[in-house]
């Protein structure tokens, strides 16, 4: 039976099919490099646990497949601005509006309203949506391990390196990791949600953690909502988090991004 993972992928080709038939490559690379010079996500990332505190991708999405409609009237820039003031060291947006009712216009709007770095959240199978994200102002892309043999996902990254992006590896298990520590980006991503079964568990973090590279970044995604949460992710090394749906359901966005920012593991 198709995972939620397989059914995103099958309507992500048509959709690439589709981004094919509206622009050429040279047209999106040409748009790309006109675009305003990426704002540095990995090394914003760096300079927030640098300091001592927790640095936290805060995500935008109106809605998941795990999750259901999750704010399905948000309004992105009003929340980016929250995210900001709480001291966000940078920005999730989902771009995928089946699943996730989000949108590449979200991110160029979010993009002019606040000066953090965003990272494109797609699922990427293709190098000329890294032309698009780029294009449309993107800091960082995702590759999602799980969607993608190696030869595609080192082409994804090689690609955002030669824009000047990040881009994050995401895995979930132990043979993902592997290969994760091959490829030639810094930062990877441990999802603490299973993207086939839908199941989030923060001892994925705990138990990956230890056979990441030692030249590797380690971001903890998933399944974070409270200070307890983050303590406990700390003591695995962990000092960068990707956080979105308890945000996007939080009264006080502001105050609750500031929480977790300053969360320890004592």
């Known amino acids: 039976m198709p995972t939620a993972l397989d059914r995103i992928i099958d309507y992500k080709r048509d959709e690439v099919a589709a981004l094919k038939l509206r622009h050429s490559m040279a047209s999106l690379r040409a748009d790309a490099e006109a675009a305003a010079p990426p704002r540095g996500f990995a090394q914003r990332l760096g300079d927030v646990a640098n300091s001592g505190r927790n640095a936290l991708i805060c995500e935008l999405k109106r809605k ?12 992105p820039v009003e929340i980016a601005r929250e995210y900001e003031a709480g001291g966000a060291a940078c920005l999730s947006i989902l771009t995928d509006y089946k699943s996730f009712g989000g949108s590449l216009g979200d991110m160029a709007a979010i993009r002019t309203a606040v000066n953090l770095p965003v990272l494109r959240k797609d699922f990427m ?8 994200a780029r294009a449309s102002g993107a800091d960082a892309i995702l590759v999602i391990l799980s969607a993608l043999d190696d030869g595609l996902a080192r082409a994804l990254c090689e690609m955002a390196d030669d824009f000047g992006m990040d881009a994050i590896i995401e895995v979930h298990d132990a043979d993902e990791l592997e290969r994760a520590n091959a490829l030639p980006s810094p930062l990877v991503g441990i999802n603490n949600r299973d993207l086939k079964r839908m199941v989030t568990d923060l001892a994925t973090t705990e138990r990956l953690a230890s056979a990441l590279a030692p030249e590797k970044t380690l971001i903890s995604e998933s399944g974070i909502s409270e200070v307890e949460h983050i303590a406990r ?5 962990a000092r960068r988090f990707l956080i979105g749906e308890s945000l996007m359901k939080s009264q006080n966005r502001t105050a609750q991004c500031e929480s977790l920012c300053n969360a320890s593991e004592d």
């Open 233 to 237: 992710l700390r003591r695995t090394g």
């Open 125 to 132: 199978i293709d190098e000329i949506q890294v032309a698009e």
């Open 64 to 75: 998941s497949p795990s999750a259901g409609d999750i704010l399905p009237g948000a309004d």
